[in-house]
Nanobody, 124 residues
Framework: QVQLVESGGGLVQAGGSLSLSCAAS????????MAWFRQAPGKEREFVAA????????YYSDSVKGRFTISRDNAKNSLYLQMNKLKPEDTAVYYC?????????????????WGQGTQVTVSS
């Protein structure tokens, strides 16, 4: 069983920055592909970014590429998302997720464990 707890959400003006963190329980964090997804009001949950087990490979949705950076610290069982140049359309609940089966970055159904989410609101 893996527990994921996000933190760092909040309210920010357009053009600003926020940094999200996700703390994972357990001793096998380094064996999971990790990702961030988000869900805006009235919309389906969508993929944001993923990172491989070692951190060597990252993958981003087109909507955040160049503005967001995903990273991880396996020694600290932690996942991060640095969000820069935020836009109102980035407003959503952000979830971290763990895929124990391999590298399937955009395949939401592959992710076995999910956090409870953290709200990010970007004002215009």
């Amino acid at each position: 069983q893996v527990q994921l707890v996000e933190s760092g959400g909040g309210l920010v003006q357009a053009g600003g920055s926020l940094s999200l963190s996700c703390a994972a329980s357990g001793r096998t964090f380094s064996t999971y592909t990790m990702a961030w997804f988000r869900q805006a009001p009235g919309k389906e949950r969508e993929f944001v970014a993923a990172i491989s087990r070692s951190g060597a490979t990252t993958y981003y949705s087109d909507s955040v590429k160049g503005r967001f950076t995903i990273s991880r610290d396996n020694a600290k069982n932690s996942l991060y998302l640095q969000m820069n140049k935020l836009k109102p359309e980035d407003t959503a609940v952000y979830y971290c997720a763990a895929d124990t089966s391999g590298w399937h970055p955009r395949a939401e159904w592959r992710y076995d464990y999910w956090g409870q989410g953290t709200q990010v609101t970007v004002s215009s």
